[in-house]
């Protein structure tokens, strides 16, 4: 039972366009949100996060974007930058689940120069 | 401040030993949560640990086992090892209560 899902295992853009990376899941009791950046080997690396009670959070070049209703929440990089090529995960976690992370498969993304 | 730290990066281990992994947390962190990688099953949840005491498990079986001291340090114990053992074994601390969870290199290890 995968209760969280990337379904696109992969995503190339080219430099400074923007980078859309979508996550979906289907546990309500979910209610805070997380994308990771990782590197094959290396720990995965924090990049923002997003409370159920919220629809959006911006930090720098990155926004995540939640839509309750329809279970999916989304991250944007702009503009993307060859730096950014990495493995990104969402992930997920209750707020009776302590540190409990539910994680999807992952998205490849490559940004080419 | 320091990071999240894990010993030992990468270790080979043959079929039917054990293997014991360090963390430490970030400081002030008190809850410390481990988490294995591997291609075929992504990342997964271990073990979570909070004032020395385990309080989420995943579905791992009972070889995996942890601990945690004192002082928030904590170490994860592998049991009689198999080849599908070979994987990234990641550890995570936040606050308590804390939503953000930050992540250690990793311990990269390799049954054979």
């Known amino acids: 039972d995968q209760q969280v899902k990337q379904n696109s295992p992969s995503l190339s853009v080219q430099e400074g366009r923007i980078s859309i990376l979508n996550c979906d899941y289907t546990?309500?009791?979910?209610?805070?949100f997380l994308w990771y950046k990782k590197y094959p080997a290396e720990g995965p690396t924090f990049l923002i996060s997003?409370?159920?009670?919220?629809d959006k959070n911006e930090d720098g070049r990155f926004t995540v974007f939640l839509n309750k209703s329809a279970k999916h929440l989304s991250l944007h990089i702009v503009p993307s930058q060859p730096g950014d090529s990495a493995v990104y995960f969402c992930?997920?976690?209750?707020?009776?689940?302590?540190?409990?992370?539910?994680f999807g498969e992952g998205t490849q993304l490559t940004v080419n120069p | 401040k320091a990071g999240v730290t894990q010993t030992p990066r990468y270790l080979i281990k043959t079929r039917g030993q054990q293997v014991t992994l360090s963390c430490s947390p970030i400081?002030?962190?008190?809850?410390v949560s481990w988490y294995q990688q591997t291609p075929g099953q992504g990342l997964q949840f271990l073990f979570e640990?909070?004032?020395?005491?385990?309080?989420n498990k995943g579905n791992f079986p009972g070889r995996f086992s942890g601990r945690q001291f004192s002082n928030s340090r904590s170490e994860m114990n592998v049991s009689t090892l198999e080849l599908g053992d070979s994987a990234l074994y990641l550890c995570?601390?936040?606050?308590?209560?804390?939503?953000?969870?930050?992540f250690g290199e990793g311990s990269w290890l390799t049954v054979v």
């Open positions: 546990n309500s009791m979910f209610d805070y």
């Open positions: 995570a601390s936040s606050v308590v209560a804390g939503n953000t969870i930050y």
């Open positions: 640990y909070f004032s020395e005491t385990q309080r």
């Open positions: 992930a997920a976690k209750g707020e009776t689940s302590g540190s409990r992370l539910t």
């Open positions: 997003i409370s159920s009670i919220k």
């Open positions: 400081s002030g962190h008190r809850s």
